[in-house]
Nanobody, 115 residues
Framework: QVQLVESGGGLVQAGGSLRLSCAASGSISSMNAMGWYRQAPGKPRELVAVISRGGSTRYAYSARGRFTISRDNAKNTVYLQMNSLEPEDTAVYYC?????????WGQGTQVTVSS
């Protein structure tokens, strides 16, 4: 199990960019997968992007072509580069570390995109 701390959220205008970071308290290289999820008010939490231990990535349809997930095992940090942001991307973004049977979550970082 690891503790996760997200950072990089904020207020940005539509069309702008943000880079989220997720710093882990322990090694992420052994995690089966690291992912970013988001939850907008009144909506369920949804997957945004995930990167496996082997480096393969998967994105939500809404994120394809705009968001990029990456990991730096030496820094135990996962990133989410978000470009061409839209008001619909407004949500709290959460980092997740999966290593069965454990699934750890960060506290979230708010992303607000103004029109």
């Amino acid at each position: 199990q690891v503790q996760l701390v997200e950072s990089g959220g904020g207020l940005v205008q539509a069309g702008g960019s943000l880079r989220l970071s997720c710093a882990a308290s322990g090694s992420i290289s052994s995690m089966n997968a690291m992912g970013w999820y988001r939850q907008a008010p009144g909506k369920p939490r949804e997957l945004v992007a995930v990167i496996s231990r082997g480096g393969s990535t998967r994105y939500a349809y809404s994120a394809r072509g705009r968001f990029t997930i990456s990991r730096d095992n030496a820094k135990n940090t996962v990133y989410l580069q978000m470009n061409s942001l839209e008001p619909e991307d407004t949500a709290v973004y959460y980092c997740n570390a999966e290593s069965a049977p454990y699934s750890d979550w960060g506290q979230g970082t708010q992303v607000t995109v103004s029109s």
